[in-house]
């Protein structure tokens, strides 16, 4: 039988089909490189996307590899989904610019996060000097110009000294002269913003898509966060919210909102708005007031005073109070909640009402607790809440109290929780709590407790097939990682675990990994001493 040779460009098709396979192993899709040279020359032309993590590669082996007439990386290349830029400067010092501006600017990027150097306005890394930096001038408005699809921005600037960056030219011209209209996302970790020229620059970036691009939605994500201590914190109170109708996300963090009552009237303007995240607010006393009397005999000086204690906690009322009025005024709207300050039973009895549909919430409980509607998945209890809080949403949430109740219809519905204070008096009562909520998938302890306390808790999991996903920290005090070995062993006999996260925190020298007893587990990653485990 004679031998069929099928023409090249059906072998080329056959090549790419096999390339792109999502079944095919990635070593086996290269291996393809070695059938011939026109084989080779196919997979390249293949093989044109990587990763951000080449950047964490040591750019020396990197020019090796690419300048090896082996190596597959033949074609411009496209990153993919995103890219960091924390180790561009030492990609670059052997790598020509124009070169990387061909690699980068293909496109095809959907993110870009930049660390900033403060100091000079320079991009840089963590381990390089301030004399390795490249000004972010050359490094952004490219890769803006080059990159009509970007949906995310992110910027983070260290905290040194006072940031000194001309985000009017860097940032918001290239945005508003370029045909880029598809940012969605915006997030800003700075010493100083200027906020009132920032809030211009979106209320621009907002007409422009309305006007140009009828089909783009504008800004739905954004993200302002203050380094604490370090500069002017950024003031949200003249911010015009209002105006980005489309924001469906707004997180702040360390940020000064001097008047909480004028922030959440401008928030009820947001039709679109479903996340709401605040985790931490800087305070700042400014009401202490002097005043003097002169008469011709004598001088009188009255000084009012108000306390940093007594500031503080009339503040937290006004913006609790607040914040209760919009959650009232905006019913059936928020989806996800964080709050910087404990919550007080009349604002959680509102949240735990059938006119609320926060699914996400992350808080602090002051005193009295509730039962949460069907609608809350996710709960995160912050620290600082008493025993007696805890105890009481342990019994409160408990659905074998609301079925002998007869509360079938607030039966708690809660898929992931996390929880950082639980002392060992109150395991009992968190045990009761899981055994009853067949719901519940993910736990989080962000908390290290005694193997005693992990062992009664592993067995109300038992219990409850429904947990799949637990995350702990356990505090290693034995070289040869005893109690590791021993909360690895207790959770092989919780059948329904298939993932585990353990954060190590160790007081010996010389930690071997070689020393942990899988068990019936696999270990996926580790980073940081913090370890995944899957069950085999």
Not at 337 to 364: C, H, K
Not at 412 to 417: A, D, E, H, K, Q
């Amino acid at each position: 039988m004679n031998n069929i040779i099928l023409p090249l460009y059906i072998q080329q098709k056959i090549i790419k089909f096999c390339y792109f396979d999502q079944v095919n192993q990635f070593k086996w899709k290269l291996s393809l490189c070695l059938i011939s040279k026109k084989h080779f020359e196919y997979v390249s032309k293949c093989f044109t996307k990587i990763n951000s993590s080449i950047l964490i590669i040591e750019p020396k082996i990197i020019i090796e590899k690419l300048n090896n007439p082996l190596c597959p990386l033949k074609y411009p290349l496209i990153l993919n989904n995103s890219f960091t830029i924390d180790c561009l400067y030492s990609f670059i010092r052997h790598y020509n610019f124009q070169r990387l501006l061909l690699i980068l600017g293909n496109g095809n990027l959907n993110s870009i996060n930049l660390t900033l150097d403060s100091s000079n306005g320079t991009t840089s890394s963590s381990s390089s000097s301030s004399s390795s930096s490249i000004p972010i001038s050359t490094i952004l408005p490219k890769l803006i110009e080059s990159n009509k699809e970007l949906q995310s921005i992110k910027l983070n600037s260290t905290f040194s000294n006072n940031i000194n960056l001309d985000f009017q030219n860097n940032l918001y011209k290239p945005l508003l002269e370029t045909n880029n209209n598809s940012i969605k996302k915006i997030s800003l970790k700075m010493v100083d913003l200027n906020i009132e020229q920032f809030s211009k620059f979106l209320i621009d970036y907002q007409n422009k898509t309305n006007i140009h691009f009828s089909g783009n939605d504008g800004i739905e994500k954004l993200k302002l966060h203050s380094f604490q201590g370090f500069g002017n914190q950024i003031k949200i109170d003249h911010f015009q919210l209002n105006l980005l109708s489309n924001l469906n996300y707004l997180n702040f963090s360390n940020t000064i909102i001097e008047s909480p009552n004028k922030l959440f009237k401008n928030l009820s303007l947001l039709k679109n708005l479903k996340s709401l995240i605040i985790p931490f607010l800087t305070i700042s006393n400014t009401t202490t007031t002097t005043t003097t009397t002169t008469t011709t005999t004598t001088t009188t000086i009255t000084s009012t005073i108000i306390t940093e204690s007594e500031f503080i906690q009339d503040y937290q009322i006004n913006f609790n109070k607040s914040l209760l009025n919009y959650l009232k005024s905006n019913p059936m709207k928020l989806e996800k909640l964080e709050t910087p300050f404990p919550l007080d039973f009349e604002i959680l009895n509102e949240i735990s009402s059938n006119n609320q549909i926060i699914s996400n919430l992350s808080f602090t409980p002051k005193n009295e607790m509730v039962t949460f509607n069907k609608y809350l998945k996710k709960l995160i209890l912050k620290s600082g809440y008493s025993n007696q809080s805890f105890q009481d949403f342990c019994q409160l949430n408990n659905n074998n109290n609301n079925n002998n109740n007869n509360n079938n219809n607030n039966n708690c519905s809660i898929n992931f929780i996390e929880i950082n204070n639980c002392s060992n008096e109150l395991v009992p009562f968190f045990c009761d709590f899981i055994k009853s909520n067949k719901n519940l998938s993910t736990i989080n302890f962000n908390q290290s407790l005694n193997l005693q306390d992990y062992k009664q808790i592993f067995e109300s999991i038992n219990f409850n097939s429904s947990i799949d996903n637990i995350s702990l920290i356990v505090s290693e005090n034995s070289p040869q990682l005893d109690n590791t070995n021993t909360i690895l062993n207790f959770i092989s006999n919780c059948n329904s675990i298939s993932k585990l996260k353990l954060s190590l925190y160790f007081y010996f020298h010389g930690f071997k990994l070689s020393l942990i007893n899988l068990n019936n587990f696999n270990l996926i990653s580790i980073e940081d001493y913090k370890l995944l485990f899957l069950r085999k």
